[in-house]
């Protein structure tokens, strides 16, 4: 198979990974020990989320975080602009972006992805695609309590449209490996103090392997997803793109914090 028609095969998971509910969480993947430094403040977080305007949040988030902020293993965060005309035959899906929208079904005030280029080296494989996406929920759904029950019951709705959508055999060697949901008693990572979720995925069409970890986390009214798909012509560990689905999911909430940060700090005295 030539490395043209493994890309497409790579990129084809990618799109069909985008054509289900999808969801993630924690699990006790290691992580780089400077990942949060200072850590995230995520109740403060939450509660700067209440009084930010959801279209001045994703103007803000336009800007992806640079290199010096992504995690080992990951440069060149681009911005998808979901204006800009695509390639004829071409879709979202195959850049690795998801129809967040389609797929989540609540109020969805706003959302922001990036494509997020990685190395390798450290992800393995020959191929990669990988994401990082900001859902931006109507915050009404959650005055009454924005940090617990209306997330809670989102993610559980989640949860279950992943497995539903799987409940049928696939064709083309796509399967639904696990959903897993975040280990209260874990306390190593921030994503253990967010109800999220893991999906895991694998392709085998005979050709070609592929595997994708998909972290889901709430922060307050804002969901982040955090895609990393590999593709080889052997065998792929799914295993082994935990940790950096994890990191990167890490390094999109302290990138929403700082975008938190500059929207709700008043403005220097002159």
Do not use: C, W
Not at 78 to 88: I, Q, R, S
Not at 123 to 140: A, E, K, M, Q
Not at 186 to 200: K, Q, R, S, V, Y
Not at 244 to 249: G, K, Q, R, T, V
Request: aromatic share 4%.
């Amino acid at each position: 198979m030539t490395r043209f028609k493994l890309l497409t095969v790579m990129l084809l998971a990618s799109a069909v990974l985008a054509a289900f509910p999808i969801a993630s969480t924690a699990l006790s993947a290691q992580v780089d020990d400077d990942v949060s430094d200072p850590p995230v403040d995520i109740e403060l977080v939450e509660r700067e989320l209440a009084r930010v305007d959801s279209i001045a949040l994703a103007v803000e988030l336009e800007t992806p975080p640079v290199d010096a902020d992504l995690p080992v293993g990951f440069v060149e965060a681009t911005f998808v602009d979901p204006n800009a005309e695509l390639p004829p035959g071409t879709t979202r899906g195959q850049q690795g972006v998801l129809d967040l929208e389609a797929l989540l079904g609540v109020g969805i005030d706003e959302s922001v992805a990036y494509t997020v280029e990685g190395d390798p080296a450290v992800l393995g494989g020959t191929v990669n695609t990988s994401t990082l996406s900001y859902v931006i929920v109507n915050p009404l759904q959650f005055v009454d309590d924005p940090a617990t029950e209306a997330i809670e019951d989102l993610m559980l709705d989640l949860e279950k449209g992943i497995e539903d959508s799987f409940n049928a055999e696939q064709t083309g060697g796509l399967r639904l490996v696990d959903v897993t949901q975040v280990d209260d008693d874990d306390d190593e990572t921030l994503l253990a103090e967010l109800d999220g979720l893991l999906a895991t995925y694998t392709l085998d069409d005979g050709d070609v392997s592929a595997a994708t970890q998909l972290y889901i986390v709430p922060v307050g009214n804002v969901l982040i997803f955090s895609l990393v798909t590999v593709g080889d012509l052997e065998p792929v560990n799914e295993a082994t793109l935990q940790a950096p689905a994890e990191n990167l999911a890490l390094a999109g909430i302290e990138h929403l914090e700082t975008a938190v940060y500059a929207l709700t700090q008043p403005e220097p005295a002159v």
